[in-house]
């Protein structure tokens, strides 16, 4: 499923996910794109019928509310003329079916899930209401409840909104794996190349992949050479060298070089695919958890029928009428659904909603939001997530006393500033930040695999790889070689080694108080990154984690979080790229990285806007805060049960005390205002600042 919105609408949108989801990825990608649409289109729908559902409902229950006895004696005032009960009767009945019809639907859905929860409370009430006031309208004697039957719809209808309008919307994250893969390749049939639809390809067919262009299909490159960037499949941050007989992945973008590739899988066999796959089985077993206000109105809804069918049993076993009987029954059932319980989660989903928001942090999934309180242990990506995720310069030297530092930025900006290779950006940032000023570059050619050449300025200029320098057996010096977290390019000039650049994919400054924060609050924190162990040791190292794993693939992140799952712990895990998905979706809070891939954000319960791995500390103890006001709601919205329950059901009769309905509205009232009341208080509960 896509991650909740609230249970009712899970119901709801049972249909559309039935087709959506259950069958694995799409083939057709137009049918994907429109399917995807449908869900935003049918989320805006929902909550455009709650609020023309609650309005409606609300102009029918003014007249309903003038019209009742209990109203009229309470403020004093009497209108009684000879059809008044039966148009009273008549508005009930369309306040009943219209406003609520998603309860009774909603009822129906729990009950054949055999997981009664919020809307089987809500439907057992305004059922008891409604057919006990319609038996009085007809002939029994007793009170009618149509007054209160009405005000629960509309308090339910307004709170259903609230939420649905506070939770973000559904998630589109398969459409977007789907949309990583390219629709067309190029199809070598006897050295003609012709473009044809990826799904037509079969196995062993050969593929032409141009420079820069996306990988179509799983394969083996069987000519050719070229560096692939796989950082959005392996969370690899520098770009691969590949040669003949070497693995390709479906999705992945090709370098400066040419490359032929056999196929070797296609469609639901493809990488990516299966991928897409561990992302739905993932998503569709978490929707199964039930939220909080779901298995706290499932007691309510034991409590209400215990306590209706009791009482109605014991004032017949004590002799009573069964009319008298009947009445102290719907009275017991009505109070039992407290008005308040319809508000109290709404109330604090909406503000903690709008309150994370404006902290850079955004929930999509209110479920995981309520359980991030009990979060034990952090895994993150490393590549975007506790690192910026873009390679920058860490040093540049001059090897040449005829140029300076500078100047070796300057030559190599001439080259690679027309490569969109992630190397390549890294320079021309620091030669905007230096404000430098580049040469034309001429008679451009790709060294394939091994670096770029050109004329500048009547100089042979080259920026290659150390594997190229090693091959024209020029020695490179100890200074160039330093950090293992770096990547290193040579700029030579005219044959000669003139100077060095070293990259590295630097760790966010904010990551290593993050990192202390939680620790304190007492998480354990991990990284997991599929970059090589020689990187994922230095950076674990340096920001004290408690572990990492390296050189790991998407189903293998999975796997990490599926393992800590099993030995006890309540894990979050923290990423930004496709690789990460599979583990978001599994993990119990998944949270995504603002700056990272759609497809993260679009699968994670929970995204960092400002991309400050700080702000996940924010998210559990502000989620603790959270918590607390919707048990404190609960307690109110319930605690009056606690005295109307047992004077409704008739307990001290004998002593002349019967509740009256009157003293019931007054209760509900207070009780629904104090909710409205603490719920605000959760603005006050201060965010960690940056």
């Given at each position: 499923?896509?991650k909740?919105?609230t249970?009712?609408m899970?119901e709801?949108?049972?249909?559309?996910?039935?087709?959506?989801?259950?069958?694995?990825?799409r083939?057709?990608?137009?049918?994907?794109?429109h399917?995807?649409?449908d869900?935003?289109?049918?989320?805006?729908?929902m909550?455009?019928?709650?609020r023309?559902?609650?309005?409606?409902?609300?102009?029918?229950?003014?007249?309903?509310?003038?019209l009742?006895?209990?109203i009229?004696?309470?403020?004093?005032?009497?209108?009684?003329f000879?059809?008044?009960?039966?148009?009273?009767?008549?508005?009930s009945?369309?306040?009943?079916?219209?406003?609520?019809?998603?309860?009774?639907?909603?009822?129906?859905?729990?009950l054949?899930?055999?997981?009664?929860?919020?809307?089987?409370?809500?439907?057992?009430?305004?059922?008891v209401?409604?057919?006990?006031?319609?038996?009085?309208?007809?002939?029994?004697e007793?009170?009618?409840?149509?007054?209160?039957?009405?005000?629960?719809?509309?308090?339910?209808?307004?709170?259903?909104?609230?939420?649905?309008?506070s939770?973000m919307?559904?998630?589109?994250?398969?459409?977007?794996?789907?949309?990583?893969?390219?629709?067309?390749?190029?199809?070598i049939?006897?050295?003609d190349?012709r473009?044809?639809?990826?799904?037509?390809l079969k196995k062993?067919?050969?593929?032409?992949?141009?420079?820069?262009?996306?990988?179509?299909?799983?394969?083996?490159?069987?000519?050719?050479?070229?560096?692939?960037?796989?950082?959005?499949?392996?969370?690899?941050?520098?770009?691969?060298k590949?040669?003949?007989?070497?693995?390709?992945?479906?999705?992945?973008?090709?370098?400066?070089?040419?490359?032929?590739?056999?196929?070797?899988q296609?469609?639901?066999?493809?990488?990516?695919?299966?991928?897409?796959?561990?992302?739905?089985?993932?998503?569709?077993?978490?929707?199964k958890?039930?939220?909080?206000a779901d298995?706290?109105?499932?007691?309510?809804?034991?409590?209400?029928l215990t306590?209706?069918?009791?009482?109605?049993?014991?004032?017949?076993?004590?002799?009573?009428?069964?009319?008298?009987?009947?009445?102290?029954?719907?009275?017991?059932?009505?109070?039992?659904?407290?008005?308040?319980?319809?508000?109290?989660?709404?109330l604090?989903?909406?503000?903690?909603?709008?309150?994370?928001?404006?902290?850079?942090?955004?929930?999509?999934?209110?479920?995981?939001?309520?359980?991030?309180?009990?979060i034990?242990?952090l895994?993150?990506?490393?590549t975007?997530?506790?690192?910026?995720?873009n390679f920058?310069?860490?040093r540049?030297?001059?090897?040449?006393?005829?140029?300076?530092?500078?100047?070796?930025?300057?030559?190599?900006?001439?080259?690679?500033t027309?490569?969109?290779?992630?190397?390549?950006?890294?320079?021309?940032?620091k030669?905007?930040?230096e404000?430098?000023?580049?040469?034309?570059?001429?008679?451009?050619?790709?060294?394939?695999?091994?670096?770029?050449?050109?004329?500048v300025?009547?100089?042979?200029?080259?920026?290659?790889?150390?594997?190229?320098?090693?091959?024209?057996?020029?020695?490179?010096?100890?200074?160039a070689?330093?950090?293992?977290?770096?990547?290193?390019?040579?700029?030579?000039?005219?044959?000669?080694?003139v100077?060095?650049?070293?990259?590295?994919?630097?760790i966010?400054?904010?990551?290593?108080?993050?990192v202390?924060?939680?620790?304190?609050i007492?998480?354990?924190?991990?990284?997991?990154?599929?970059?090589?162990?020689?990187?994922?040791?230095?950076?674990?190292?340096?920001?004290n984690?408690?572990?990492?794993?390296?050189?790991?693939?998407?189903d293998?992140?999975?796997?990490?979080?599926k393992?800590?799952?099993?030995?006890?712990?309540?894990?979050?895990?923290?990423?930004?790229?496709?690789?990460?998905?599979?583990?978001?979706?599994?993990?119990?809070?998944?949270?995504?990285?603002?700056?990272?891939?759609d497809?993260?954000?679009?699968?994670?319960?929970?995204?960092?806007?400002?991309?400050?791995?700080?702000?996940?500390?924010s998210?559990?103890?502000?989620?603790?805060?959270?918590?607390?006001?919707?048990?404190?709601?609960?307690?109110?919205?319930?605690?009056y049960?606690?005295?109307?329950?047992?004077?409704?059901?008739?307990?001290?009769?004998?002593?002349?005390?019967?509740i009256?309905?009157?003293?019931g509205?007054?209760?509900?009232?207070l009780?629904?205002?104090?909710?409205?009341i603490?719920?605000?208080?959760?603005?006050?509960?201060m965010?960690?600042?940056?």
């Amino acid at each position: 499923m896509k991650k909740h919105e609230t249970h009712e609408m899970h119901e709801m949108h049972k249909m559309h996910e039935a087709d959506d989801h259950s069958h694995g990825p799409r083939k057709n990608q137009q049918h994907n794109e429109h399917n995807s649409h449908d869900h935003s289109g049918h989320h805006a729908m929902m909550i455009k019928d709650f609020r023309k559902r609650f309005w409606i409902s609300l102009i029918a229950t003014i007249p309903i509310l003038v019209l009742s006895p209990l109203i009229q004696s309470l403020l004093g005032y009497s209108i009684t003329f000879y059809y008044s009960s039966y148009i009273l009767f008549a508005l009930s009945v369309f306040v009943y079916f219209y406003g609520g019809w998603p309860f009774l639907t909603g009822f129906v859905d729990e009950l054949k899930k055999k997981q009664p929860g919020m809307m089987t409370l809500i439907a057992v009430a305004i059922t008891v209401a409604f057919g006990y006031s319609s038996a009085t309208t007809f002939g029994l004697e007793g009170k009618k409840f149509f007054w209160e039957l009405a005000t629960l719809i509309d308090i339910m209808l307004i709170g259903h909104w609230i939420e649905m309008k506070s939770v973000m919307g559904a998630s589109r994250s398969l459409q977007k794996l789907v949309e990583m893969m390219p629709s067309e390749a190029h199809l070598i049939k006897d050295e003609d190349v012709r473009d044809v639809k990826v799904g037509e390809l079969k196995k062993d067919e050969v593929v032409l992949v141009r420079p820069g262009e996306k990988i179509p299909v799983d394969g083996i490159i069987i000519e050719g050479e070229s560096s692939v960037n796989e950082s959005m499949v392996t969370g690899e941050s520098k770009p691969v060298k590949k040669g003949a007989d070497e693995k390709v992945i479906g999705g992945t973008i090709n370098g400066n070089g040419s490359l032929k590739v056999q196929v070797q899988q296609v469609g639901d066999e493809a990488y990516l695919s299966k991928v897409i796959n561990m992302v739905s089985e993932a998503q569709s077993k978490k929707s199964k958890t039930q939220h909080l206000a779901d298995r706290i109105a499932f007691w309510l809804t034991i409590v209400a029928l215990t306590m209706g069918f009791g009482t109605l049993s014991t004032w017949l076993i004590i002799g009573k009428p069964f009319v008298f009987a009947l009445e102290r029954m719907a009275s017991v059932m009505v109070i039992t659904c407290p008005h308040a319980l319809g508000l109290a989660v709404p109330l604090v989903v909406a503000i903690s909603t709008s309150v994370s928001a404006r902290n850079g942090l955004l929930i999509r999934n209110r479920t995981a939001f309520e359980n991030s309180r009990k979060i034990s242990l952090l895994a993150f990506d490393k590549t975007g997530t506790l690192t910026k995720g873009n390679f920058g310069i860490t040093r540049f030297r001059s090897l040449n006393n005829n140029y300076n530092d500078k100047e070796i930025l300057r030559f190599a900006g001439a080259l690679e500033t027309k490569s969109e290779h992630p190397l390549a950006i890294g320079i021309m940032d620091k030669i905007k930040q230096e404000d430098i000023e580049i040469p034309k570059a001429e008679n451009f050619n790709a060294i394939t695999g091994k670096g770029i050449e050109a004329d500048v300025e009547n100089k042979k200029v080259k920026v290659v790889s150390p594997g190229y320098v090693k091959e024209q057996n020029i020695e490179i010096p100890e200074e160039a070689n330093q950090n293992e977290q770096e990547t290193v390019v040579f700029v030579i000039i005219d044959n000669e080694l003139v100077g060095f650049i070293a990259m590295a994919d630097e760790i966010r400054p904010e990551s290593y108080e993050a990192v202390k924060i939680l620790k304190s609050i007492g998480l354990k924190v991990y990284m997991m990154t599929g970059d090589n162990e020689k990187v994922a040791k230095s950076v674990s190292d340096e920001l004290n984690l408690d572990g990492y794993y390296a050189g790991v693939l998407p189903d293998q992140k999975l796997d990490r979080i599926k393992e800590f799952q099993q030995a006890g712990e309540f894990v979050a895990m923290t990423g930004d790229g496709i690789n990460d998905a599979p583990a978001l979706a599994t993990a119990d809070v998944g949270i995504a990285v603002g700056s990272g891939t759609d497809v993260a954000a679009e699968t994670a319960d929970i995204i960092l806007v400002n991309s400050n791995p700080k702000d996940i500390a924010s998210l559990v103890i502000f989620g603790k805060e959270t918590y607390k006001k919707m048990i404190q709601n609960f307690v109110w919205a319930t605690s009056y049960n606690l005295i109307a329950i047992p004077l409704a059901a008739g307990v001290l009769y004998s002593k002349g005390v019967l509740i009256n309905p009157a003293l019931g509205a007054v209760l509900m009232s207070l009780s629904t205002v104090i909710v409205a009341i603490n719920a605000q208080l959760l603005k006050r509960k201060m965010i960690i600042k940056h």
